[in-house]
C-alpha cells in the first residue's frame, strides 16, 4: 500500500491551497481517509476524515467551515481543499488509511498505513 501526499506549499493569511493523496496498492472501498498535520513541537493533530464508500465526513473543531475532505473513487484519491487559512494552520500534511469509524477516527493509532508528508506555511 502506498500513499502518496502532495500540494503543500507557502501561502498568506486568508488564502487557499489543495491537497492531494494519491492511494495505490490495493482496494480502499472499506477504507477511512484520513488527514492529519502536525506543527514543530506539537503532536499531531487530526484535521479530516472521509469513509470511502459512503463518501461520509468528519473534521477536526479546528478546521470545520474552513477544509473540505473529498474523494475521487475513480482516480483512488482523497482531497484537502483549504480555505481561509492562518498561521496556525502551519504544519506537515499526512494523509492515512485505516478501517475505525467512530469515536477513533480521530487517533492516529486507528490508521494502518501513511504517507510521506507534505509541507504547508501559512504566512502572516
Known amino acids: 500500500v502506498q500513499l502518496q501526499a502532495s500540494g503543500g506549499g507557502l501561502v498568506q493569511t486568508g488564502g487557499s491551497l489543495r491537497l492531494s493523496c494519491a492511494a495505490s496498492g490495493r482496494a480502499f472501498s472499506e477504507y477511512i481517509m484520513g488527514w492529519f498535520r502536525q506543527a514543530p513541537g506539537k503532536e499531531r493533530e487530526f484535521v479530516a476524515a472521509?469513509?470511502?464508500?459512503?463518501?461520509?465526513?468528519y473534521y477536526g473543531d479546528s478546521v470545520k467551515g474552513r477544509f473540505t475532505i473529498s474523494r475521487d473513487n475513480a482516480k483512488n484519491m482523497v482531497y484537502l481543499q483549504m480555505n481561509s487559512l492562518k498561521p496556525d494552520d502551519t504544519a506537515v500534511y499526512f494523509c492515512?488509511?485505516?478501517?475505525?469509524?467512530?469515536?477513533?477516527?480521530?487517533?492516529?493509532?486507528?490508521?494502518?498505513?501513511w504517507g510521506q508528508g507534505t509541507l504547508v506555511t501559512v504566512s502572516s
Open positions: 472521509i469513509r470511502w464508500a459512503s463518501g461520509t465526513t
Open positions: 492515512a488509511a485505516g478501517r475505525a469509524w467512530g469515536k477513533t477516527t480521530q487517533n492516529d493509532r486507528s490508521y494502518d498505513y
